[in-house]
């Protein structure tokens, strides 16, 4: 039948209609700055103050054995003129992101999440694990730390003429770096229960430098990477279609998705979350916790995945011990909050979260024994408390409520028991252990 015509017709006698392939746009090219910059201070530089334990480098004060501890705040001088314009904490180790778009950092150097050489100059190296007891000094508490932990200095080896960084994060054993034309540099490893998991796939167990990662597992070829934020041992990446990847420990349900333990390494690379919702998700912007995640999305809904057992997730009221979710679930928010236009921004620990609004309202989460939420017992309502089954006290607060209070944040953090919120007058309110 050669150099027959035929006309092409479907099953009721019409003709059918020729499909014609629609291209993708980017989503995220102009929302995901605004969530991106909330902590970049892009006018004065910061003054950077810290406080706490030190005993492993994590404050930068330097060396000196008697700045272990400081309680209350203090300047670090260290960081005085580097015109610091973003600051980000990780376990152990800190990093900071200068108008210079250079990159300090300092504390604990075990798994090369400084990304420099920490050993080969030093005054005072770490002490050797294996060595026999009656090498151990009796003072050691009280001894210097190391030097080029202790005191902030430049990350080495990232690219010099790449355009502007325009976001860092830090996990436990990691430190990950974001430019404006989407390259990703990351450097450290993941742990995970059982110890070290691995850097990438099984080619990689520490990354001991500064190191591209490579975008081949984007699934649009003409996506950037635009957002990324840090929990304790897993990573989420946003590209500007508004698809969202996870990468690292999944042990707590992560990264959104199951793996056998077998599996890990074949795994260990960022992998897109899959959505279980009748319409098309395209995220808008990503918040993390130590071992749970948030996303809002372009169609006004809250996810979270992750660790739940005391309701951080915010998902669901009824709660089991050991709870993880693995499938984004929609957060329990109330009838008059808008996830995409009234969330300014999401913060959280390991048993708690916290939602600041744009009027300055903050919505609370999740543990309560341990005063992570801010709210007294009598703050609580009854149907939205969790009792424990044995001494019949509020365990957790599972759906977000709001802290009954007249004063209007601007910023909240918080560390993985306790929490932090500034105001538009200067002032820091602090809560939990």
């Known amino acids: 039948m050669a150099g027959v015509k035929r006309n092409l017709t479907s099953a009721n006698g019409l003709p059918?209609?020729?499909?014609?392939?629609?291209?993708a746009t980017p989503i995220n090219e102009n929302e995901i700055p605004y969530y991106r910059s909330i902590n970049l201070s892009q006018e004065n530089p910061l003054k950077v103050y810290t406080f706490g334990s030190g005993s492993m480098c994590e404050l930068g004060y330097g060396p000196l054995a008697k700045n272990k501890e400081i309680k209350r705040p203090r300047l670090n001088v260290y960081l005085e003129n580097l015109k610091v314009k973003s600051l980000?904490?990780?376990?152990?180790?800190?990093?900071?992101?200068t108008n210079d778009n250079e990159i300090y950092s300092?504390?604990?150097?075990?798994?090369?999440?400084l990304g420099r050489d920490t050993v080969t100059n030093a005054k005072l190296s770490l002490k050797d694990a294996n060595a026999p007891a009656a090498e151990e000094s009796e003072d050691d508490d009280d001894g210097d730390l190391n030097d080029l932990e202790s005191t902030p200095a430049k990350v080495e080896n990232l690219p010099e003429n790449n355009g502007e960084i325009v976001q860092i994060g830090a996990t436990d054993n990691l430190s990950i770096v974001l430019y404006e034309n989407g390259d990703v540099y990351a450097w450290g490893t993941f742990r995970n229960n059982e110890g070290v998991l691995g850097f990438y796939k099984d080619e990689i167990k520490i990354q001991q430098k500064p190191w591209k990662l490579p975008l081949t597992f984007l699934k649009n070829k003409q996506a950037k990477i635009v957002q990324i934020a840090t929990g304790k041992d897993h990573i989420l990446l946003l590209d500007s279609f508004g698809v969202l990847y996870a990468w690292g420990t999944y042990q707590q349900g992560?990264?959104?998705?199951?793996?056998?333990?077998?599996?890990?390494?074949?795994?260990?690379?960022?992998?897109?979350?899959?959505?279980?919702?009748?319409?098309r998700v395209q995220v808008k912007a990503v918040f993390t916790g130590e071992n749970h995640s948030f996303a809002i999305t372009h169609n006004n809904d809250l996810f979270a995945w992750g660790l739940n057992q005391f309701g951080q997730c915010g998902t669901n009221k009824d709660l089991e011990d050991g709870g993880l979710i693995y499938t984004p679930k929609k957060v329990l928010l109330p009838n008059d909050v808008n996830p995409s236009s009234d969330i300014k921004l999401i913060a959280a620990g390991e048993h708690h979260s916290l939602i600041l609004l744009n009027n300055g309202k903050i919505l609370t989460f999740g543990r309560r024994d341990m005063f992570e939420i801010g709210l007294t017992t009598e703050q609580v309502l009854e149907e939205n408390a969790y009792l424990d089954p044995i001494t019949k006290k509020i365990r957790s607060v599972p759906v977000p409520t709001f802290i009954p209070c007249d004063v209007v944040f601007n910023n909240v953090a918080a560390g993985s028991h306790h929490s932090l919120a500034t105001t538009n007058k200067g002032l820091l309110y602090t809560w939990g252990f």
Do not use: C, E
């Open 16 to 23: 059918k209609t020729k499909k014609t392939k629609t291209i």
């Open 88 to 97: 980000v904490a990780g376990g152990m180790h800190s990093l900071v992101l």
């Open 106 to 113: 300092w504390g604990t150097n075990d798994m090369y999440v």
């Open 254 to 279: 992560q990264l959104a998705r199951k793996i056998m333990d077998h599996h890990a390494l074949a795994n260990l690379y960022p992998q897109p979350i899959i959505f279980k919702s009748r319409t």
